[in-house]
């Protein structure tokens, strides 16, 4: 298990146990965080589970593929930290990665 941390655009924390091979998607609506909504499902085909991956944690992700870069385009308030939190599988070199989550998602 990695222990991810999901901050809500208000600040409010929730620091959960995500299993190795799952989303940070799957892990937030597992767990019932709001603000990712995940409507696709994890097919990487609606945005609706667009975050910003905090400090050195961005760096520490496989690069986007090309379809992750073309959905953000759909995505509300795009940063250069923001990926779709489907596309990041979790494994134990992430246990403590801290995810932002975006005040809406489309």
């Known amino acids: 298990m990695a222990k991810v941390t999901y901050i809500e655009s208000g600040g409010a924390e929730h620091h959960v146990d995500v ?3 799952r989303s940070v998607m799957e892990g937030a609506k597992r767990y019932t965080v709001p603000g990712i909504d995940g409507d696709c499902g994890g097919a990487c085909a609606c945005a609706t589970c667009h975050v910003y991956v905090e400090g050195d944690w961005f760096e520490k992700l496989p690069p986007m593929e090309e379809l992750e870069h073309e959905m953000l385009d759909f995505a509300f308030d795009v940063q250069p930290n923001s990926r779709l939190g489907c596309q990041i599988k979790i494994d ?15």
Do not use: F
């Open 92 to 106: 134990e070199s992430l246990d403590g990665l801290i995810i932002k989550i975006p005040s809406r998602q489309y």
């Open 19 to 21: 299993a190795p091979g």
